[in-house]
């Protein structure tokens, strides 16, 4: 899967950013900047950690990798860095020597790091918006990481059945997600009055009755993809139903105004509009919006102020919710109009018409 050309063209960034703020070197350490970097590089151990087992160091003519010597020979045989230009520069794993072969390996120059690190300079803020504009190559593997992570949890959501718990659906999920190595970063399936009473329902003991939501960020190659579906044992209440519908239609009012050269602020604010419209006009204060996706499960979630100007290529996961319903799936945005990533793949599919684009959406499921 590694793309030379992007890679350079990456780098290319990189030493722009670091030329731009009049550095002498650039320090990545989060698991997220790695796999962007690298062309879908993982340099990490534990799925859920933000920082990575390995760090990439680029100064105006060389890159590094620093790491100890338990992650040094995955980094060159798997991970293949040294042919990708990175020389390694391991330690003994009992004698941590990162900062000071960065200080060596810049000769004592000013540094930034995307995170707090002794002797540098935090330029996450700086930093992260390289990552939002995706390349032809990234696209490609996006839409494969949208489509598996679809057709898992649509197979999880396939084989609930009353009585199953929370967590042994996750456990299921878990399983699909794996057979074709996508990480779950976040999960959460909720039974019954538990999709009404929380937002955030992590899996419990408790087993599903009537119906069960489902919800999860998968990443592969670094890129992660955030969609919920929802299954109902017997016919969908028509009260649910309607809630349903309007949520799906908030979220294509989302999807449809997210538009690259944009402020991205105008999109949330035709969505808050759309909660009205639809009569649920105060429910958008339960729960955040949602917002750009990518390498990072939201890289900004969008409220009233924010300042960000949507990027061509640049992924956006919506997430509306009306109390007992809610709408997830992930987009690119682009300059012919939204592209869903995780559109339905087994699951009934609803399809409207908003903003001048047709949108397939999955349906909910009755078994």
């Not at 320090?27 to 340099?43: A, D, V």
């Not at 040094?72 to 520069?89: C, H």
């Not at 793949?345 to 001048?356: A, K, N, R, S």
Request: aromatic share 10%; glycine share 8%.
């Amino acid at each position: 899967m590694v793309q030379h050309e992007e890679i350079q063209g990456k780098k290319a960034k990189v030493r722009q950013l670091m030329a731009q703020l009049e550095l002498d070197g650039i320090l990545l350490r989060k698991q997220c900047n790695f796999s962007w970097l690298t062309s879908g590089g993982l340099n990490l151990v534990g799925i859920a950690t933000e920082m990575g087992v390995a760090s990439l160091l680029i100064t105006p003519d060389k890159e590094y990798v620093l790491c100890n010597n338990i992650e040094a020979p995955r980094m060159e045989q798997e991970e293949q860095l040294p042919e990708q230009g990175y020389e390694v520069r391991s330690y003994p794993w009992y004698d941590e020597q990162e900062q000071q072969l960065v200080k060596e390996l810049t000769k004592n120059g000013r540094v930034g790091c995307d995170s707090p690190f002794p002797g540098t300079r935090d330029i996450a803020k700086e930093f992260n918006p390289l990552r939002y504009a995706l390349t032809p190559w990234e696209v490609e593997r996006y839409k494969e990481v949208g489509f598996l992570t679809s057709k898992a949890i649509e197979e999880a959501a396939q084989t609930i059945e009353p009585g199953d718990k929370e967590c042994e659906i996750i456990g299921r999920l878990a399983e699909h997600l794996w057979a074709e190595r996508l990480d779950y970063i976040t999960t959460f399936c909720a039974a019954d009055d538990r999709i009404s009473r929380f937002r955030h329902p992590i899996a419990t003991e408790r087993k599903i009755e009537k119906r069960a939501m489902l919800c999860v960020n998968a990443r592969k190659w670094g890129l992660i993809i955030s969609l919920t579906r929802f299954v109902q044992f017997g016919k969908v209440p028509e009260e649910l139903q309607k809630k349903y519908a309007a949520n799906v239609y908030i979220d294509c009012v989302l999807m449809a105004n997210t538009i690259p050269g944009t402020p991205v602020v105008e999109a949330f604010k035709k969505g808050i509009a759309a909660y009205k419209e639809t009569g649920f006009a105060e429910e958008y204060q339960l729960h955040h919006q949602g917002g750009s996706i990518g390498y990072v499960g939201r890289d900004y979630k969008v409220n009233f102020k924010s300042t960000e100007i949507v990027q061509e290529n640049q992924g956006f996961a919506w997430n509306p919710s009306i109390t007992g319903s809610k709408s997830e799936d992930t987009i690119l945005a682009t300059s012919t109009g939204p592209v869903l990533l995780s559109k339905p793949v087994i699951f009934p599919e609803y399809t409207l018409e908003v903003g001048g684009y047709t949108f397939v959406r999955p349906a909910i499921l009755e078994k």
